[in-house]
Every structure is written in C-alpha cells, then in structure tokens.
C-alpha cells in the first residue's frame, strides 16, 4: 500500500511544461525581488534590506561605525536568502562616490576606486547609514509602510522604505532581469525636489515645464551631457539617448606646447582604462601630437594629463580623444521600475507622481498612526487630572485594596476611570503628586488636544496635507541640496577629425600599377634610385606616378566600374625598388578588373566632375563628391558607375576640373569617330549607368575616348592592332550630336583591316610612346616624328608583327597623370 501511495505523488508533465512554470516562476522573483528597483523608494531588495538591517542594529550616521562583515551577516541571516558576496558587492557601491549621486552607505576603508580597483574584503571595513539614508527610513516605526514576514518567518521586513525624497531619480538605477533592463540616471537632488513640489501644486503639468526644473541627469563624476531632444524623449517615454562627454580644458605651457587637462570623465567609465587607452594611441602613433599621458588624480580631485608636441593641435586632439576613446560615450536612458509589483517604462512625470502616491500614503498613515498615540496619551492624561483633584479620597481606595488587580478594579468601580487609565493611576509614581506635576499634565492636555486636531486636518484636508509634504521636502532639500556638477548642451555636437591631426604631413612618391599594386615611398628613397629602378612584376605597367603629400587621397577606378579611396598616409611606405602591396589584401577585386586610372584630391568638390566612357557605349559625367569614401571604405570598393552586362568595361575617366566648355571625342574598335559637346551627357549620381555615347555596328565597341577642352587644340595618336601609327587632328572633325555612328578614322580593308588598339591624346608636354607587344619587344614612338593625316590613311607600320608580335600595351615616358 505505501508503495501505490508513493506512485501516485508522481505526476506525469510535459518538459515545455515544466520549464515554462518553473522558469515563468524565476522570472517573476528576479524581477520582483531582485534586480528592479520599486518606482516609490528607488531601491531594489537586497539595498532596502542593507538599510533596514543597518537602522535595526542602531547603525546610523550619528554612532560608530561597525564592521561590515557584521552589517552582511545580519542582512543574510534576517533578510535576504543569498550569498555574501552579493551583499557586500551592493553595500559597497551604495558607498562609492563616483556611482551614487548621494551615498546611501558611509564606509572606512577600500571601497574600490574609479578605476576598477576592487573594494577590501568586508573584514577589513566598516560602516554606517550615511545621514541621506536616515531621510529615507525616517518614520518607519510609525507604521508608514506594510511589512512582510521575512524568508523564514521569524521576523518582519519593509516592502518599501517611507522615503522622505524621489531617491529613484536622485540615484538611479541599473540592472538585467529576464526581459527587462533598466538603467536610469541619477539627478541633481535640489532640481528633482523643486519639480516634485511643482507637480504637488499642478498636477496636470506638463513635461516641458518639469524640465524647466529638471535640466537633466546630474552624474556623481560630472561631464557635459548633449542632445536636449533624445533627453526629452527619454523622460517623455522612457527610452532615450544622450551623449556623454568629458570636461577638459586646453592650457598652455613653456616650450610652445600645450595640455590637455581632463578634470570630470563620463559617468561609469573605468579611469585606469581610458588613460590605457589614450596612451595606447601615443604609443602606436595613430595620430601625431601626443607627447605624455599622466593621470595625476589625487585625493582633491581626478586630474588627466595629455600633453601635446611642440605646436601640436590640442583641439584636434581633443576632438579624435573624444570620438575614439571613453572621453564620449552613448548613453542610453531605459527607465523601467517595479510600479504595483509589475515592471513598467516609465516617463519622468510618471516617476514622481507615483513618488507623491507613496508619499502622501506614507505621511497619511504616520498621521493616522499618531494621532491614534496622541488620543491614548489624551485619555490617559485626563484620567491623571482627575485622579490628582480626588487624590485623598483615591489614596484611601488604593490602601484599603489587597493588590494592584484589586486597586484598579475598586477605582474603576467607585470613580469610573477606564482600565487604561486605572493601569496609568496605580503605577504612578508619589514625586508625580506635586503641584508642578498638575501644571505639566494639563499643559501636555492643552498640546494633545491641539495635535489631534492639527492631525485630523491633516487626514481631512487635501491643503493641509500638501504643504507639509512640501516643506518636508524643502527640509530635504536645505539639508542635502547641492549645486549641479553636469553641464547640459542642447544639440550634440559632430565631431570632425581634420586629417592634419591624424598624420603627420609629409611628401612622398606614390605610384600605382595597371596589376594592382600601391605603394608610398619617402622622398629620400626615391632620389637615391634611378626612375626607371621602380620595383614592378615585369608584365605590369605603372598608371600613376607622382609626388604628394600624405595629406592627399586617391580616387582609384576600375575597369568594372568602381571605385576605390585610399588616402595617401594609408598606403604601404615601402622602397622605391620594391613591388609594393597589392591592392587585393584590403580589398577584394574581380576576376580580370584592373586599375585603369588614379587621380589625387585634398578636398572634394561639387563643382568638379569626373566623366566615364564604357565599352559598350555609354557615357556620364558625375560630381568629385558622390565619390567621398564611404564607412566601408578600407574594405570594399564602391560604385563609380553601372555596367549594364558583364562584358561591359570602363575603358576611361576623365577628370573635369571646371567648367569651360568641353568636347568628347570617341573612337570604336572598327575605325569609327564620333565629336560632340560635353553638354549633351547629362550629370548624375554614381550609381547610375550614364546614357548612350555612340551608335554602334554590330560587333563593334568603344575602344577609347578623350575629353578636351574645346578652345585647346587638339591631336590624337591611333595604334592598331598590326602596329600601324597613325596622327590626326581631332578639330577636322564636325561637332555633331550624342549618340550618332560618327565618321571613319581608318581605309576599311578587305583582307586582315585595321582595328583601333589605342588612342593617345597629345598634350604640350613632350613624351614618347612605349609600346609592348605580346613577343616583350619594345618600341618607343615619339609622336612629333609623325604628321597629321586624313581620315582615309591607315598610318605608317612601326613593326612587323609577324616577326615582333601584336601590340598588347602602353605607356608614356613621363606619365603624366592627367592624359
């Protein structure tokens, strides 16, 4: 039988059962009753239950200190079911300055440090109330506040502390719970008080106007708050954000230098840390200017020290501290507390009127409370009074009566005093029977009766009640107020970095190859070696060469239409005889794409443009600053223009740097040419794939295309595929319009005809043309040993390819980078 008893206690449930019970039932404990703070007293549990172990076991602000070992066995053993470290780890930070706007917790000892430091073992320090925290138990043993029988039933505990202040907003508050988190700021006691009583007087005030009191959170550690508009979403709704920054000054010292002195950093960052940092960016140099980082803090203040090179910027490097370091930070205001043991995202207006709620029940039930122990006290006095006018005749009662029980009951019947006022009359003492004695009594009678009735005003009249809650909270404020310590800016400010502060300007060789290697080499390095010394794969041929500064960028196109940005301090510094770094370890490139053409810029410019010739025939003219480097910069290219199909390609690009008139000229791989105004192609966005340039036979394409200004003159060099070189002068064409066939350029053969393999725009500057064929041979053409000729002449051959091999590539002796 005991066997089919125990059977039957087995029940037979669903693991998603069991888990969604049990788990429902964790989750509402640890948001209830651990990691929430009540919206009334701005404490969680395990804070209420330091305190009220700290005001039972007398350890207040007013006696000695104690040991904090003791403090956390009381709390452990009385209130709170969980281990030490826990305790101790919450009575610690109620204690430290740098989180609590006002202390709850006065401690001797290590209490940790603004740097991480941990606190010393709880054996080692001691503790009391601080005098803040006595405002927030004042009163509880009037029975202001419902008590709860603790975890094991052998005593009582406070479901929340009376609270003479809005403590939720004057600390704040942080911590996880099962899906929930909160984290609200602590604020300027005074600012929340002056609020609070505004909202006793006009309860329908609107947020604006208690942010006229409340400027904001106001953190232990100070700073500079930014972004009024994310603050006022925050205390409208719950959910805001602001940003933090710290409070520095620029001063100047000997030598041309200067320092930058950080005297309040952003609240919760770790001191220790963000000095690591700021010296970690000395030392690996990622800008230039810093000579020393110091922190200098000592016991009358926090005190950074970042001390600048001789002429160094020190706002610039204020500015790069603040966006890549904890000088400035996010913070992100999530205002949820426990409302009538339910979790709820509270507005600022919500948080102080359920403060009043609590308050104005606290102060009713002290009132209730005391005005039940001022009509017993009245009773009792008046029961002495008369006992002292009928004294002789009440003595003679008393000692004819053979004990106390039997006293009490024979005045009670001859005299008619109540059993409360019969207790009173035999145990009062003979010294209390003088004259003096009577005179206090009916003194005590005449202030009960005028206490009761002040007390019943109090419970009856709404007025009345109102304004000693006010002054209550103006004694509040007379005793703890203080002045703001965190300044508060309306908008936030953008911070840019200007490039000078980052990189050390210098002048440099950069050269770049149609394969995809960049490089950067100190000046030096190149003038001790020949030009022609350029470290190179042999079948590479170098696109741009030039002297710039490390303060310059690059704009670099692909022939599949992107773009890559790459600021001249960020490319490899490597040897003027070495191959250099190829582009492919930073940024992945396509199969067959190569780097057709490099141009620099310091700024860009909406007013310059860039115009792009494709394969297939079209053409676009786009400004200089749709190409700003993107976020994603150092890793992935970004679009210069659309390619319509696969087999389309970016044969060139044109930089546009003002606005004269312009012609364009293109020439098709069947021999055709086509002239017509830069204004026909209209200007658009970088994504966008342009419009049609020319109309094209079938099995015809693009193969190149140049833009000239139209007052210059201008001649082009043609090279075909059998190595015929051929001179023209491109004003002997008619301008016509976009999109047209245009005229040949080259005698249509029948047998083996010439295809167009280049064209080279002649400029002033004197320059040879190398040419490479598929055989390595090499053969330099100087383009003034030819004359121009007309449309129907196919040039003059500079090789046999049948001997030297077809022409593959060029380029030109003094690269100049804008041809």
Do not use: C
Not at 362 to 372: I, P
Not at 395 to 407: G, V, Y
Not at 476 to 498: C, F, H, M, P, S
């Amino acid at each position: 039988m005991a066997g089919d008893q125990e059977t039957s206690k087995i029940q037979e449930l669903t693991l998603e059962d069991v888990m969604g019970d049990r788990f429902g039932r964790y989750s509402k404990y640890i948001i209830q009753e651990r990691a929430l703070p009540d919206l009334r007293d701005g404490l969680k549990p395990v804070q209420r239950r330091i305190l009220y172990a700290m005001h039972q076991d007398k350890n207040t602000y007013d006696k000695a200190y104690r040991k904090s070992a003791k403090t956390v066995g009381n709390v452990i053993g009385n209130y709170h079911p969980h281990g030490d470290t826990s305790v101790y780890d919450a009575m610690v930070r109620l204690s430290q300055p740098w989180k609590m706007r006002h202390p709850l917790v006065d401690m001797h000892g290590n209490k940790g440090s603004m740097d991480g430091d941990p606190p010393a073992a709880m054996r080692y320090t001691e503790a009391r109330l601080s005098k803040i925290a006595s405002d927030l138990l004042a009163d509880i043993d009037k029975e202001t506040v419902d008590h709860v029988l603790n975890f094991d039933d052998t005593t009582e505990e406070p479901t929340v502390l009376p609270a003479r202040f809005p403590n939720l907003l004057v600390n704040g508050a942080s911590g996880i719970s099962a899906g929930y988190a909160t984290d609200i700021p602590p604020h300027n006691l005074s600012e929340v008080i002056d609020a609070t009583i505004h909202l006793i007087n006009h309860p329908n005030a609107r947020l604006e106007t208690l942010m006229d009191y409340i400027q904001g959170p106001d953190f232990p550690t100070g700073g500079i708050i930014q972004g009024k508009s994310g603050l006022k979403k925050a205390y409208q709704t719950g959910k805001g954000k602001i940003i933090i920054r710290a409070k520095a000054d620029i001063e100047a010292i000997r030598g041309g230098k200067s320092q930058i002195v950080i005297s309040q950093i952003p609240y919760e960052v770790n001191k220790a840390r963000l000095v690591q940092k700021i010296d970690d960016i000395r030392i690996n140099k990622k800008i230039d200017g810093i000579a020393d980082v110091r922190d200098e803090s000592d016991r009358s203040g926090l005190r950074i020290v970042v001390e600048t090179k001789k002429d160094g910027d020190g706002e610039g490097i204020l500015t790069y501290l603040l966006k890549n370091t904890d000088l400035q930070v996010t913070y992100n205001l999530n205002m949820v507390a426990i409302d009538k043991k339910r979790p709820q995202q509270v507005s600022l207006k919500q948080i102080l009127s359920s403060y009043l709620d609590h308050k104005r029940t606290v102060v009713q039930n002290r009132t209730r409370y005391l005005l039940a122990k001022a009509k017993d006290r009245q009773h009792i006095v008046q029961g002495l009074i008369k006992a002292i006018s009928i004294l002789d005749d009440l003595i003679q009662t008393i000692r004819a009566s053979e004990n106390k029980a039997n006293a009490k009951e024979n005045i009670i019947q001859a005299y008619g005093f109540s059993q409360d006022q019969a207790e009173a009359i035999v145990s009062l003492q003979l010294y209390r029977l003088t004259n003096t004695d009577i005179k206090d009594l009916q003194a005590e009678a005449k202030d009960l009766a005028q206490a009761i009735l002040t007390y019943q005003d109090l419970l009856t009249n709404k007025a009345s009640l109102d304004a000693l809650m006010k002054e209550e909270l103006k004694e509040v404020k007379q005793a703890y107020g203080e002045d703001r310590l965190t300044q508060v800016q309306d908008k936030i400010e953008k911070l840019e970095i200007e490039t000078q502060v980052l990189v050390s300007e210098e002048d440099v060789m950069v050269t770049v190859t149609q394969g995809g290697y960049l490089k950067r080499t100190s000046i030096r390095s190149y003038k001790a070696s020949q030009v022609e010394e350029l470290g190179r794969r042999e079948d590479d041929l170098v696109i741009f060469m030039q002297e710039l500064s490390t303060l310059d960028q690059l704009l670099i196109f692909t022939s599949k239409g992107n773009v890559v940005n790459r600021p001249v301090h960020e490319l490899p510094d490597i040897k003027w005889k070495d191959i250099g770094e190829h582009l492919s370890r930073t940024i992945p490139l396509g199969e067959d794409e190569e780097l057709i053409k490099v141009y620099p810029y310091r700024e860009l410019d909406a007013g310059k443009r860039y115009v792009f010739i494709t394969r297939d025939g079209y053409i676009k003219q786009s400004p200089e600053t749709e190409f700003e480097p993107k976020r994603t910069y150092k890793s992935r290219a970004s679009t210069a223009i659309k390619l319509k199909s696969d087999q389309d390609r970016l044969q060139a690009v044109y930089y546009i740097p003002d606005q004269e008139d312009y012609d364009v000229f293109l020439a098709s791989y069947k021999g055709y040419g086509l002239k017509y105004g830069l204004e026909e192609v209209s200007e658009v966005g970088a994504q966008a794939a342009g419009v049609k340039s020319m109309n094209l036979k079938e099995g015809d394409h693009v193969q190149d295309g140049l833009v000239f200004k139209r007052k210059q003159f201008q001649e082009a060099l043609f090279i075909t595929q059998r190595a015929s070189v051929k001179k023209m002068a491109l004003h002997d064409f008619d301008r016509t319009s976009r999109a047209k066939r245009g005229l040949q350029i080259l005698r249509e053969l029948k047998r083996n005809p010439h295809r167009i393999q280049f064209m080279i725009g002649i400029s002033q500057n004197k320059f040879l043309v190398n040419l490479l064929t598929d055989t390595k041979k090499l053969v330099q053409i100087n383009p003034d040993d030819y004359t121009v000729s007309n449309r129907h002449n196919n040039g003059s051959f500079v090789l046999d390819t049948s001997r030297d091999g077809k022409p593959v590539s060029y380029y030109l002796s003094d690269n100049d980078s804008h041809l």
